[in-house]
């Protein structure tokens, strides 16, 4: 990467990492650089790959990245430009706070360099917005202005001028289009200052200034995400795309011990080898151990822990300071597991699942009560001796960075990088053996975004076809849980034949298969396709793992402007927002063990997912369950039904509506069969719905509110 012995210059020319989260931002570089990240028609194809259904306060982020990509011509150096720039970004705006804040210059300078290399940015390549966090010192500057804020300040909206007031405005906006979870943070200890300044001052000037700039805050994360809630109003909500459930918002939380524990990979094994032990031996640790401070600001975070004894037995502090623990001690109630974090996720939202990330603010803000309290030592012990605060400083520095940053990982650059110029290579060989805006179709299906490891193959590992090609479409990246990505979740159970019939009708040129997937390393798979093509793998990677057929004799597909309904009709394959269908008739009526949907309905709400025995109604999706028939039902049937009820639903009445017409059914808890005589007395009926008198969730992390549970239902007559 950079740094010794790789040189000073940082070496640009491979991605620093090329795994799990960082091909889904290098995804997205790649998209912001053919045109914006909500849309791309070469992922998904060729129903396309709308990302509206995963919402995120990133403008600055991608637009940025756009930038740096029209700059250099290429997604992957857009990435690490943006990572690089990050820590000179990030220094800038911490030494200015710093400084704010009363700090001297030397003093300022390490501060700002040991939280521009705190271990949190290096841990978080893998989540490269973060990185980007040099909105947190801005966040602490207006907190600072509205706790010391007597009626002269310079956000006063009654004196100031109309164009600072505009600029204030705006810069309020940028500070939220670099993560939700960064404006969430900064509005609570802006919020967190309104109030502490009407305890001092006794007036509400602090807190007025505070309300308006978190309004101002949430404002502009609303309008980030406003073209997901459009989204999800036009296409209505994607119950299978960032559902989040409050339990998270425990299991994501930080513990004080990983705050103060060093790295895992520290330079002095056995202080390593501790935290290794506790990663391994200790229960909910994940993303969370990224939240460890480093040497320095832990001791800032001792320190802040004894100004607030020292403030139980009346030892006046510096405003400054008071301010700071005030703020950290909130950060840690807020971000520590069983805190007020899981408390807003239960009662608010349960989108904001990562608490432990606030670590980064409480890092600032223990350097900056570590630097303000050595400062007040040396000035109180040793003023005539300036020099001592250059040692002091000096000193710091090395130890902190010595503490903060690791050796270059060799082994792990060298991997990386040979898997990236594996990939490269393949996928360029295939853009060359086949026309130009080809459509290649992957295997093995794997759902987009946020899939468990499927054997080997990781999530978005698939989306090395995207990157590396320049005209290609590929049949991977189409979002979960929407029209296409149904269309490939069913045609992937199909039997291989049946794939490559629909395959030619689409028009695609090629069949990508990543080995790691399979459990097996894909050889069935590869000799099927062998003896079905009568050809070899065309193309093999040179790590080989993946594998490429070239598909002859396809039909010329112009898709360019079809509809779904459309495309699935050219290809002979329907699937729709029920699944797949199959044919059955009334008397054989609904399989609910079996995937997809008879032809003889036209819409289903109110289910879950589909398991071995059937489906569970689930509230959360429906407050009824509605079975829509594509005709209207006949005069007189029996409606037979093989369901059961949970819990506190069992053994009461459950109102059944075929039309406008109410009945009544009892269910034990156990799998049984109820008949239910129904005369429509003339009318014309196409629904039938079922309304479960007390869904409940059933615990343990399980957020459904289940109802009755259906195996079979059909008519006779």
Known sequence: MTGWPAGLWPNISYPYSYSVDSLFHAWMAQRVAEGWVFDNPRSGYPFGSNFLDFPGSDFGSHLIIKTLAMLSGDSFVSVNLF??????????????????????????????????????????IVHLFYTWYFVVPLFFYWAFSIYSCRGDGFIDVNRGRWFNRVGVFFVLLVLSSFGVYYALFGIIIILLAGFLNLLRFKNFLGVKRALAISFVLVLGVLINVAPNLIGARENGVNTEVAQRSPVEAEIYGFKLIQLILPRADHRISSMGAFTNFYNSSFPLVNENYMSTLGVVASLGLLMTFLFLLASVVGVRMDSKISLLVAIVVVLFLVGTVGGLGAVFSSL?????????????????????????????????????????????????????????????????????????????????????????????????YM??????????????????????????????????????????????????????????????????????????????????????????????????????????????????????????????????HLGPRYFASL????????????????????????????????KNVSSNILLKFSSPLPQKFTLILTARAFASNANKPIKVMVGAREYSIELSSEVSEVRLDVDQKGGAVDSISFFPPAPISPGGGDMRKLGIGFVSLRLQF
Request: aromatic share 14%; glycine share 8%; charged share 15%.
């Open 447 to 576: 759902a987009f975004p946020e899939t468990p490891v499927l054997n080997r193959l990781v999530n978005y590992d698939l989306a090395a076809g995207f990157l590396h090609s320049k005209a290609l479409h590929w049949s991977f990246g189409g979002m979960k849980g929407r029209d296409g990505d149904m269309f490939y979740r069913s045609l992937a159970r199909e039997p291989m034949d049946k794939q490559l019939e629909v395959l030619r009708r689409l028009g695609f040129n090629g069949i990508y298969i990543d080995r790691r997937g399979y459990v097996d390393n894909a050889q069935a798979l590869v000799e099927n396709l062998t003896k079905l093509l009568g050809v070899p793998p065309l193309l093999i990677s040179s790590n080989g793992e993946l594998v490429f057929f070239k598909l002859n004799s396809v039909e010329s597909a112009n898709l360019v402007g079809l509809s779904v309904g459309q495309i699935m009709e050219k290809s002979g394959y329907h699937v729709d």
């Open 348 to 444: 608010i939202s349960s989108s904001i699942r990562g608490w432990n990330r606030v670590s980064v603010f409480i890092a600032f803000a223990s350097i900056l009560i570590f630097f303000i309290a050595i400062q007040m030592l040396i000035n109180n012990f040793a003023a005539r001796f300036s020099v001592y605060s250059f040692v002091a400083a000096l000193f710091v520095l090395v130890i902190g960075i010595y503490d903060q940053t690791v050796p270059a990982c060799t082994a792990c650059n060298f991997r990386e990088k040979t898997t990236y110029e594996s990939d490269r290579d393949f996928v360029r060989s295939i853009e060359q053996s086949l026309p130009e805006g080809g459509a290649v179709y992957q295997l093995p």
């Open 83 to 124: 990572f690089l720039l990050g820590f000179s970004v990030v220094f800038a705006s911490a030494f200015s706070v710093a400084r704010v804040f009363g700090i001297s210059r030397c003093f300022s300078f390490v501060g700002a360099l040991l939280f521009a290399f705190l271990p949190f940015h290096f841990l978080r």
């Open 587 to 618: 008397q054989e009526g609904i399989d609910f063990t079996r995937a997809g949907w008879p032809d003889f309905i036209s819409n289903a709400t109110g289910f879950s997912v589909i398991e071995p025995w059937g489906r569970w109604s689930d």
